[in-house]
Nanobody, 125 residues
């Protein structure tokens, strides 16, 4: 019912910038909280930043002041502006969304967590 299409990953130099986008498509009532996660090779997945539907944000300490999470509810799109990139930011980045979806054939709704496929960010020294 809901898919998250990610884009914007790629190669950047240390100190450079990248902007990730995550567009939701399909059928859903609305999207509530969203976030960006990342996972580097050999490391655990970690939450980079999150944002509520009304715009309240939280950040991983190591990206505060460098990354900005935002969303455009009219476009059902999530963004992550990444400035002052560091080699340690290298990872696969995953979009996450909590959606309200209608159960087919009924008036009931489900709260469903959806993940994007990931987009690779590589930062060189």
């Amino acid at each position: 019912q809901v898919q998250l299409g990610e884009s914007g990953g790629g190669l950047a130099q240390a100190g450079g910038t990248l902007r990730l986008s995550c567009a939701a498509s399909g059928r859903f009532f609305r999207i509530d909280d969203m976030g960006w996660y990342r996972q580097a090779p050999g490391k655990q997945r970690e939450l980079v930043a999150s944002i509520t539907r009304d715009g309240n944000t939280n950040y991983l300490d190591s990206v505060k002041g460098r990354f900005t999470i935002s969303r455009d509810n009219a476009k059902n799109t999530l963004y992550l502006q990444m400035n002052s990139l560091k080699p340690e930011d290298t990872a696969a980045y995953y979009c996450n969304a909590h959606t309200i979806t209608r159960v087919a054939g009924s008036t009931n709704y489900r709260y469903l967590e959806v993940w994007g496929q990931g987009t690779l960010v590589t930062v060189s020294s």
